[in-house]
Nanobody, 119 residues
């Protein structure tokens, strides 16, 4: 019933930037965090960044200093600003929601948006 709608993916040259957006509909009350994962061909899905209901954030080591996550947890909106993109950032990026903080379960997933970094 809940749908996460993602946008902002596309083709960008190395060193370029993209901004991903995600919004849930209908609104989910009292969620623990929203975040972004990514999956490259032949690789496992991995955490990129999370933003918690107190606005705290966490990032994968591979994107620290280059990516910034922001959003409004109450409004179920989240963004991922990606700068200094590299070819290894190429992947399908998925928005996710964990309803109960600390549950270890990602309850909802978007369908994914493709990010391709290539010259």
């Amino acid at each position: 019933q809940v749908q996460l709608v993602e946008s902002g993916g596309g083709l960008v040259q190395p060193g370029g930037s993209l901004r991903l957006s995600c919004a849930a509909s209908p609104i989910i009350p009292n969620i623990g965090f929203m975040g972004w994962y990514r999956q490259a061909p032949g690789k496992e899905r991995e955490l990129v960044a999370q933003i918690y209901n107190d606005a705290a954030t966490v990032y994968a080591d591979s994107v620290k200093g280059r990516f910034t996550i922001s959003g409004d947890i109450v409004k179920n909106t989240v963004y991922l600003q990606m700068n200094s993109l590299r070819s290894e950032d190429t992947a399908v990026y998925y928005c996710t929601v964990q309803k109960r903080l600390g549950s270890g379960v990602n309850d909802y997933w978007g369908q994914g948006t493709q990010v391709t970094v290539s010259s």
